[in-house]
T-cell receptor, first 114, second 111 residues
Framework: EPEVTQTPSHQVTQMGQEVILRCVPI?????FYWYRQILGQKVEFLVS????????KSEIFDDQFSVERPDGSNFTLKIRSTKLEDSAMYFCASSEWSRYTEAFFGQGTRLTVV | TQLLEQSPQFLSIQEGENLTVYCNSSSVFSSLQWYRQEPGEGPVLLVT?????EVKKLKRLTFQFGDARKDSSLHITAAQPGDTGLYLC???????????FGTGTRLTVIP
């Protein structure tokens, strides 16, 4: 069964460093998303991406964040200068079409900023 | 204020009992999804409801979307220990294409 895959599963980084989280969405899906979940809190929307551009973003997704689809398969989230409060699980998701946004999630990348 | 409030937050029941989890909002949603999340993993989609009043059944799980498309419920019949997990509702507001997640209900089924 097709699935969303994320790498790495766990990333530890020094505060101020740049990190890139990688995702391979389901191949025939057109919409891609990043969500995050701080430990013990709810899943929060960061950004959606369609047709090679950002479709929507939340207030969390500030200038420190960027997304890219560098080739036909990968979808990346970059955090330019990580802060302690960026520590969270980051989930990539994709959906076939946006009307019902029936999103399928990856296993997540646990980012720990020290 | 939370866009989607789930209740109860925590629920611990004996195997074989029935339970209902509620997901409420003052906003109207074009669709609503229910997910289940295990510790350290991503949410896994259980069902999508899109029509007001819609009822969907998935084995022992029954999902209902409110007539006004502002609320939803998940009913589990004869709960089993394998049902233990975090249940999340997530809605798509009209005109948007991203999910707003609820606060979650952590269910524990005791053998």
């Amino acid at each position: 069964e097709p699935e969303v895959t994320q790498t790495p599963s766990h990333q530890v980084t020094q505060m101020g460093q740049e990190v890139i989280l990688r995702c391979v969405p389901i191949s025939n899906h057109l919409y891609f998303y990043w969500y995050r979940q701080i430990l013990g809190q709810k899943v929060e929307f960061l950004v959606s991406f369609y047709n090679n551009e950002i479709s929507e973003k939340s207030e969390i997704f500030d200038d420190q964040f960027s997304v890219e689809r560098p080739d036909g398969s990968n979808f990346t989230l970059k955090i330019r200068s990580t802060k302690l409060e960026d520590s969270a699980m980051y989930f990539c998701a994709s959906s076939e079409w946006s009307r019902y946004t029936e999103a399928f999630f990856g296993q997540g990348t646990r980012l720990t900023v020290v | 204020t939370q866009l989607l409030e789930q209740s109860p937050q925590f629920l611990s029941i004996q195997e074989g009992e029935n339970l209902t989890v509620y997901c409420n909002s003052s906003s109207v949603f074009s669709s609503l999804q229910w997910y289940r999340q295990e510790p350290g993993e991503g949410p896994v989609l259980l069902v999508t409801v899109v029509t007001g009043g819609e009822v969907k059944k998935l084995k022992r799980l029954t999902f209902q979307f409110g007539d006004a498309r502002k609320d939803s419920s998940l009913h589990i019949t004869a709960a089993q220990p394998g049902d233990t997990g975090l249940y999340l509702c997530a809605g798509v507001r009209t005109g948007a294409n991203n999910l707003f997640f609820g606060t979650g209900t952590r269910l524990t089924v005791i053998p």
